[in-house]
């Protein structure tokens, strides 16, 4: 009987399977049997298929494999020695895995991809066993929260498909670059029927389609607004320094309404208080606020480009391990501006590495998912990237406005102490 189930396979244009077989049996079966050669060429086009889709799909060009789950239920005994010849052969990089965290990072290296449709009954077959893998440990529980943010999430569309296309192939001139497969992925992979929640972290954090895409590529779906928050973590952290320095709330209120976020005036409103608070404390809190935490730190390294001191800065400050014999000149830069602020960050670190990330990510997503249900009251269709909430441009959303949606984000982050700045990315 005809098979009629079918499979699209990515493959790489510059490799034949029969040569990678080869050059496994020269490396690897001098002191073993050769493995049959229709088996394990069918085995290396199907890895070379999971690699190329999952890196393609993410935005550094990387994957993480399952190494257990791959060799007991697909490639068995010749999983490890199928790696390895492709990172001989230069088609990826085998990185490491921490037990616990995550697997194996495999990083792709060739991007001449093409796609083929097979009717291999073995893929097929394998492609299932990896849906059930996927649907086991991506399930998502339906709650009230998931069951509302579906209700949002499925309004996104991909409004402007063809300017999109030609934006990348604009932008993006060598089509054999990850970058140009990875935006051309998030264009032509997108399909209505998939919108879903990937996953929630142990955070809180939610992820679907547009926690991926490039936020080039956000203007070409049908998003009416996006509100960001400025400087979100960096904010985020002046909860623990009003506690820590036991700083009344109206004081700080007083700072933004009379002061105008004079920072000597407010040393003298503590002072008159008999309450004493490091300076640097107080400018970091009223920087942060003002959304300009990073404004010196671009000034002191500008010959980079803005984005790339902001990721530095975050991901060397708040993101980094404790270590006292290399600090980064990024983390000395703010520790010669914020002394009494790193104080607190590291006391923060030294308990685990990652309790203050972890902290920041979840106390992100308990204000954002307040947010989402104040504007779900209203009837609003909106879902949240992170830090920032997206108000898709559907009927239900059409008399809403930055002023009302400015004022449900303040009013949330205002009962914990937070005063954010925030800016509209798309809309405006």
């Not at 992925?185 to 972290?201: G, L, P, Q, V, Y």
């Not at 002046?238 to 407010?266: S, W």
């Given at each position: 009987?005809?098979?009629?189930?079918?499979?699209?396979?990515?493959?790489?244009?510059?490799?034949?399977?029969?040569?990678?077989?080869?050059?496994?049996?020269?490396?690897?079966?001098?002191?073993?049997?050769?493995?049959?050669?229709?088996?394990?060429?069918?085995?290396?086009?199907?890895?070379?298929?999971?690699?190329?889709?999952?890196?393609?799909?993410?935005?550094?060009?990387?994957?993480?494999?399952?190494?257990?789950?791959?060799?007991?239920r697909i490639f068995h005994d010749h999983y490890n020695d199928m790696l390895l010849n492709l990172s001989y052969l230069g088609i990826i990089c085998i990185g490491c895995y921490e037990v616990g965290k995550h697997s194996t990072t495999i990083t792709l290296i060739k991007w001449n991809i093409g796609y083929m449709t097979s009717y291999n009954v073995k893929f097929i077959?394998?492609?299932?066993?990896?849906?059930?893998?996927?649907?086991?440990?991506?399930?998502?529980?339906?709650?009230?929260?998931?069951?509302?943010?579906?209700?949002?999430?499925?309004?996104?569309?991909?409004?402007?498909?063809?300017?999109?296309?030609?934006?990348?192939?604009?932008?993006?001139?060598?089509?054999?670059?990850?970058?140009?497969?990875?935006?051309?992925?998030?264009?032509?992979?997108?399909?209505?029927?998939?919108?879903?929640?990937?996953?929630?972290?142990?955070?809180?954090?939610?992820?679907?389609?547009?926690?991926?895409?490039?936020?080039?590529?956000?203007?070409?779906?049908?998003?009416?607004?996006?509100?960001?928050?400025?400087?979100?973590?960096?904010?985020?952290?002046?909860?623990?320094?009003?506690?820590?320095?036991?700083?009344?709330?109206?004081?700080?209120?007083?700072?933004?309404?009379?002061?105008?976020?004079?920072?000597?005036?407010?040393?003298?409103?503590?002072?008159?208080?008999?309450?004493?608070?490091?300076?640097?404390?107080?400018?970091?809190?009223?920087?942060?606020?003002?959304?300009?935490?990073?404004?010196?730190?671009?000034?002191?390294?500008?010959?980079?480009?803005?984005?790339?001191?902001?990721?530095?800065?975050?991901?060397?400050?708040?993101?980094?391990?404790?270590?006292?014999?290399?600090?980064?000149?990024?983390?000395?830069?703010?520790?010669?501006?914020?002394?009494?602020?790193?104080?607190?960050?590291?006391?923060?670190?030294?308990?685990?590495?990652?309790?203050?990330?972890?902290?920041?990510?979840?106390?992100?997503?308990?204000?954002?998912?307040?947010?989402?249900?104040?504007?779900?009251?209203?009837?609003?269709?909106?879902?949240?990237?992170?830090?920032?909430?997206?108000?898709?441009?559907?009927?239900?959303?059409?008399?809403?406005?930055?002023?009302?949606?400015?004022?449900?984000?303040?009013?949330?982050?205002?009962?914990?102490?937070?005063?954010?700045?925030?800016?509209?990315?798309?809309?405006?």
């Amino acid at each position: 009987m005809k098979n009629n189930s079918k499979i699209t396979i990515a493959y790489l244009k510059d490799y034949s399977i029969t040569d990678i077989y080869e050059n496994h049996v020269l490396s690897f079966c001098s002191d073993k049997p050769k493995p049959s050669k229709t088996i394990l060429m069918h085995k290396y086009q199907y890895l070379l298929h999971i690699i190329i889709t999952r890196c393609k799909m993410n935005d550094d060009g990387v994957c993480h494999l399952n190494a257990q789950f791959y060799r007991d239920r697909i490639f068995h005994d010749h999983y490890n020695d199928m790696l390895l010849n492709l990172s001989y052969l230069g088609i990826i990089c085998i990185g490491c895995y921490e037990v616990g965290k995550h697997s194996t990072t495999i990083t792709l290296i060739k991007w001449n991809i093409g796609y083929m449709t097979s009717y291999n009954v073995k893929f097929i077959k394998w492609a299932k066993v990896e849906a059930e893998r996927r649907k086991k440990f991506e399930h998502v529980e339906a709650t009230p929260f998931t069951c509302k943010y579906l209700e949002s999430l499925t309004c996104l569309r991909l409004s402007r498909k063809d300017d999109a296309l030609v934006y990348i192939d604009e932008t993006i001139k060598d089509k054999h670059t990850h970058s140009y497969q990875y935006h051309r992925a998030c264009i032509d992979d997108f399909k209505e029927s998939d919108i879903r929640i990937f996953k929630i972290d142990e955070q809180g954090r939610v992820y679907h389609h547009l926690t991926s895409l490039p936020r080039s590529l956000r203007e070409f779906f049908n998003i009416k607004l996006e509100l960001d928050i400025s400087n979100s973590h960096p904010l985020l952290l002046n909860h623990y320094l009003i506690k820590y320095y036991h700083i009344p709330l109206d004081i700080i209120r007083e700072a933004i309404a009379q002061y105008h976020y004079d920072v000597e005036k407010l040393v003298k409103e503590l002072k008159t208080n008999e309450l004493y608070v490091p300076y640097d404390v107080l400018e970091y809190i009223i920087k942060t606020q003002r959304g300009r935490f990073y404004d010196d730190f671009i000034d002191e390294f500008g010959e980079m480009e803005r984005c790339e001191v902001k990721k530095r800065v975050f991901s060397q400050v708040f993101y980094s391990h404790i270590t006292d014999r290399y600090v980064s000149k990024f983390c000395k830069a703010f520790i010669q501006k914020y002394p009494n602020v790193w104080t607190v960050i590291r006391g923060m670190k030294l308990v685990t590495d990652d309790k203050l990330p972890h902290t920041m990510m979840r106390a992100e997503s308990m204000l954002f998912r307040l947010i989402l249900n104040k504007c779900w009251e209203r009837g609003y269709r909106v879902v949240n990237l992170h830090d920032a909430l997206v108000v898709f441009d559907v009927e239900a959303n059409k008399h809403v406005t930055v002023d009302e949606l400015t004022a449900i984000i303040e009013q949330v982050y205002h009962r914990f102490g937070l005063f954010p700045t925030v800016k509209v990315e798309i809309g405006g």
